[in-house]
């Protein structure tokens, strides 16, 4: 198999024209190319005057072909497979986040019909649990934005790009993803993504796999505590709508995502090594996307063939520290997405299409046990409740949110409504100062970002952008000590995922936890 790469192509190209620069590119026929098929897709926008596509492709050809730089042999690709004894005790996974499904695919494929136990609600009576809260403000702190099949990546934006390396483990999640119903596009985009309104879709249809092959399901089931005999797990206790029983296991893989603060305090009871983790804290800056369109395509913003713009920006500041932008979701929506009782937290979502009518993204300072003020490994998750908790008087203590207007954070001033930015966090917002809300050191950080990030894209800090507070879980505040084996110091606990502090995003925590399964294969 041959691949073909930097196509540039114009937005309009179609399929055969793509393959024609392809034949040209290996100095053959098109009729002469089989089996072909693109590889990556990106969008070339550094030129405000000429963004056009570039294609990379995967093709076969009989005939003899001419060298070039931008033609290469592909390597068979790496099959992957999980062969795994079975100790007659069926293995346990603790959350149906993106580490926990794809832990339970790799179990269910090596024949151990793994149990599935969630504390949340299946997809959609989660779905609805969720919109109740957005709409009224009734949270149920055990199945929520962050908790319920699927995990907190059900509702966002559904990216799927990952720092880390493309191998046979990414490209298993990329097919599994597919093949329970994303977009066919995941499989070749520079930035793909599924939406909120197609994750539903896949969730479910990864449940129905996973049962298929014997696994089993257990919702509404939180993980209560540890049995340990000699730093060997034994057993586990679940706690299933107050009833709590026994559990005999041997094998327990802990996907428990990065909001499962009783969880934490629970393995810390039980000896379970952890180490306190830096993350970032901040707020959701949401513009009109219109702007942003316009600010990353130029003219070809109103092109057809274009979505919405997105960005990623950082800046290092002389303070030392670091704001960046994460989560970021055209045309979406700031969403609701607190855990815990008299807390709030801001999220992004956008479904599939991307066509509402603002951007947003995570504006993020990062904080480390210096702002936690304790060396104290549960610090961290302590630092981000007192955030929540004053987010959420800051808003009036109905789960409104405190929002600013960027021109009056950047002046110092407390806003008083809306200017053309119409912020979109349900329940709702409540205007105020958001230097109420955090240290000054990270205000302060926050006001050179904004500043900073305008000078990449024209109109960044204008007046009536919104940011709205607060943005406390960018990842998890510690990381769960595993060894060579992917075990913890508890023999057959094996921690995986964004919880664990190995992963971030849907991508890197379902592959992290293919590779915890996968270090059991014989």
Not at 34 to 50: C, L
Request: glycine content about 10%; proline content about 4%.
């Amino acid at each position: 198999m041959l691949r073909v790469n930097n196509l540039q192509m114009p937005l309009n190209a179609t399929t055969a024209e793509i393959k024609n620069k392809t034949a040209e590119k290996l100095r053959c026929r098109p009729a002469d190319i089989t089996d072909f098929k693109i590889a990556k897709k990106s969008v070339d926008a550094r030129n405000k005057n000429n963004v056009h596509w570039v294609f990379s492709v995967d093709c076969q050809t009989d005939k003899p072909y001419g060298k070039d730089k931008d033609v290469e042999i592909l390597p068979p690709e790496e099959s992957l497979s999980f062969k795994i004894k079975d100790d007659g005790l069926r293995p346990v996974v603790v959350g149906s986040g993106p580490a926990g499904m794809f832990a339970g695919i790799a179990l269910a494929e090596a024949g151990l019909k793994p149990i599935i136990l969630e504390r949340g609600s299946e997809v959609d009576e989660r779905h609805r649990e969720v919109e109740t809260f957005w709409k009224i403000g009734k949270l149920n702190p055990e199945s929520n934005v962050q908790f319920g099949e699927g995990g907190a990546g059900t509702f966002s934006d559904g990216k799927l790009m990952s720092g880390i390396k493309k191998d046979k483990f990414t490209a298993k999640v990329m097919r599994e993803l597919y093949a329970a119903g994303a977009p066919e596009e995941i499989l070749y985009l520079a930035k793909p993504h599924i939406g909120t309104d197609n994750l539903r879709v896949v969730v479910r249809n990864i449940r129905k796999k996973i049962q298929e092959l014997g696994g089993e399901y257990r919702f509404n089931s939180r993980l209560e505590d540890l049995i340990v005999q000699d730093e060997t797990l034994k057993a586990i206790k679940v706690n299933n709508n107050g009833n709590v029983y026994e559990l005999p296991v041997s094998r327990l893989f802990l996907a428990i995502g990065h909001s499962a603060r009783d969880t934490f305090e629970m393995l810390l009871r039980r000896g379970v090594y952890m180490q306190q983790k830096p993350f970032s804290v901040g707020a959701r800056i949401e513009h009109k996307q219109a702007l942003i369109n316009k600010a990353q395509y130029g003219k070809a913003a109103e092109s057809p063939y274009l979505g919405a713009a997105d960005y990623k920006l950082a800046v290092h500041l002389p303070n030392g520290r670091s704001v960046y932008t994460f989560c970021m979701c055209p045309g979406g929506s700031v969403v609701a997405a607190a855990s815990e009782e008299g807390r709030v937290v801001t999220n992004g979502m956008s479904e599939f299409a991307r066509a509402k009518e603002n951007a947003n993204a995570a504006l993020l300072v990062e904080v480390n046990n210096a702002d936690f003020g304790s060396e104290e490994v549960l610090a961290g998750m302590y630092f981000q409740r007192k955030l929540e908790e004053r987010a959420f008087a800051l808003g009036g203590g109905d789960y409104k949110a405190p929002a600013q207007l960027v021109g009056d954070f950047l002046q110092n001033q407390a806003s008083r409504g809306a200017g053309y930015v119409n912020p979109t966090y349900a329940p709702g917002v409540k205007w105020t100062d958001l230097k109420q809300l955090f240290a000054p050191e990270i205000v302060d950080s926050l006001r050179c970002g904004i500043k900073e990030m305008a000078k990449k894209i024209h109109g960044y800090d204008s007046y009536d952008a919104v940011l709205t507070g607060v943005e406390t879980r960018s990842s998890s505040p510690v990381r769960i000590v595993r060894d060579e084996t992917m075990q913890s110091n508890i023999k057959g606990l094996y921690p995986c995922g964004e919880g664990a502090g190995y992963a971030g995003g849907i991508t890197s925590s379902a592959a992290d936890a293919l590779k915890v399964v996968y270090a059991l294969s014989e």
